[in-house]
């Protein structure tokens, strides 16, 4: 039952249903994928607090490491979230060798966390190139993350390093609509307003529906350069595709 409510979008009722369970299971620990549920359930509602006395009760070789590794994942993003960063960072090194989907994040977590330190950043993005190579939609969903911060950081030139190894090895059909927004930003924060128009066109004349983001962006772009014929066919099209935006 719990399942077929999140599954509606129901987290709140899923959370309830695995209450009542655990209030009365004799051992709360004899089945990883109910107690993995329930505190994936916990953290997606923001309840980090219960996340971490639940989880903050399990000791190394509890499950078998796969249920291990989310489970550590799941503590490691409620202390991240609660702002006890130190202790984050113990967790998100400990699931640096799980599957993709999992050490992606931990990689992600902690080129953050080492914004200040280059060299231990350095060593985190060596890392997660050889443990995610043979994986690159984790690989790209990696660059892009770090490629983001660097921006945020003003690290303009680093950011699009990352970010230009996604746009030269990806189909661009495919690609998250971040990467030639970000893209864009650093050629217009260069002067080169021109090639940042080329990269938000290709990306928008090369996907099969329209893109929010890009559209405004790309509109907002070639109206603040008086380019009015080329801007008004894109507006047009983000007024009709998107009526409801802000």
Partial sequence: RAKAEYTAGRIK???????????????????????????TLLER??????????????TDGLFETSWMDRLYLIHAESLYKTGDISEAEIYYQKILSADPDISSIGFIRLFSIYKNDTLKQGGIFDKAQVQLSGHPLMLNKFLLRVGIDSY???????????????????????????????????????????????????YSNSVLASDELVLYTLSNMLVEDGNWKEAEGYLKDFIFTFPNSD
């Fill in 13 to 39: 009722s899923a959370i309830s249903i695995l209450d009542t369970w655990f209030e009365t299971a004799v051992d709360i620990y004899g089945d990883p994928y109910l107690f993995t549920f329930y505190l």
């Fill in 45 to 58: 509602d923001g309840r980090y607090e219960s996340v971490l006395n639940l989880s903050g009760r399990i």
């Fill in 152 to 202: 945020n950081n003003g690290h303009y030139e680093l950011a699009a390093s990352y970010l230009q190894r996604i746009w030269r090895t990806s189909d661009i059909s495919e690609l998250n609509s971040l990467v030639p927004v970000y893209l864009a930003k650093i050629l217009v924060s260069e002067g080169d307003r021109i090639g940042a128009a080329d990269i938000l066109s290709s």
